[in-house]
Structure formats: C-alpha cells, structure tokens
C-alpha cells in the first residue's frame, strides 16, 4: 500500500530533481521539465516518489536519464 506524502514535498522534490537534470544535461529548467514529462519520467517521480526520494539526486539524475532513454528521449 503506497503512502499518501503531502502534495507539497512531493511538488519540492521533483522541482529541485528537474533543477538537477538542467544543470547535467545543460538545459533550462522548463526545458528539462518538458523532456522529463514527454518521457515519462514526471509521472513515474510522482508515483515512486516514496523510494524515489531516498535516493541521491546524482543517482535520480542518471536514472531518469536511463528512463527517458527508454520511453524515446534522446539525451545521454
């Protein structure tokens, strides 16, 4: 059974996970949000968040790199 996190942290987390992807893949932070939602990996934070956010941000950066590698996206 998956844990009900406030909104809030959940909101903080992936701002701050998307602020980190930017700055590895040199992007904007809107451009990053947009590539991050177009592959998936926007709803899978939010739905994994539980785990997701133990992690460090370095390890979540190359993870949803990998993610969005296999749901089309094109960055390395």
């Known amino acids: 059974m998956e ?27 809107k451009q990053a949000f947009r590539y991050m939602e177009r592959y998936k990996a926007i709803k899978f934070i939010d739905r994994h968040y539980g785990i997701a956010h133990t992690q460090s941000f370095e390890d ?6 990998a993610y969005c590698q296999r749901h089309g996206g094109q960055l390395q």
């Open 60 to 65: 979540m950066v190359s993870d949803m790199t």
């Open 3 to 29: 844990k009900n996190y406030p909104i809030a942290d959940k909101v903080e987390y992936i701002i701050a996970l998307v602020n980190e992807f930017a700055k590895a893949h040199g992007l904007s932070d």
